[in-house]
């Protein structure tokens, strides 16, 4: 740990002289391993205890987040860093519990579903469009009674 205040313009070239410079010099290469005496205003340093880049304000050390551009993310907290990198509300959720509000799947040949497909109420729902229909639909153990002018598929 090198005194920052030293050396000085009265400073005598002796042994102390050079171990000075070089505890400077560590204290810089290291990102400051061990807490400096007299830190200088601006000062960086990384704290290897809560991994948080820091500068010296002249009365403490005030976390400095790094940018996007520079490998981080700009913030302090996992919230905002979410947001700064683009993280919607499903970057968190678990994965036994997904909750799925609005979009559209796209881009895929098939989709396999395990399980159930439930509906949020007792009602009739249209499966694809009048251009685009499902050609067979099995049910195990249901009787579907179709309505409706296109009750018998054509093809």
Do not use: C, H
């Not at 030293?6 to 050079?18: N, Q, V």
């Not at 678990?94 to 799925?100: L, M, N």
């Amino acid at each position: 740990m090198a005194d920052w205040a030293k050396p000085t313009a009265t400073s005598i070239y002796d042994p102390d002289f050079l171990n000075e410079v070089k505890g400077i010099a560590f204290d810089a290469g290291s990102l400051f391993y061990t807490a400096p005496t007299n830190p200088i205003v601006g000062l960086l340093r990384y704290n290897r205890s809560t991994f948080i880049f820091e500068e010296w304000s002249g009365a403490a050390w005030v976390p400095k987040p790094l940018s996007v551009a520079g490998g981080g993310t700009g913030s302090s907290t996992a919230a905002t860093a979410r947001t700064a990198l683009g993280i919607g509300s499903m970057g968190t959720q678990d994965s036994g519990a997904v909750s799925i509000t609005g979009g559209t799947i796209s881009g895929i040949t098939a989709l396999t579903l395990n399980g159930n497909l439930l509906f949020l109420t007792d009602d009739s729902f249209d499966i694809g469009t009048n251009a685009i229909r499902p050609r067979k639909a099995y049910f195990r153990s249901a009787l579907v009674i179709p309505v409706g002018v296109d009750k018998y598929a054509t093809s």
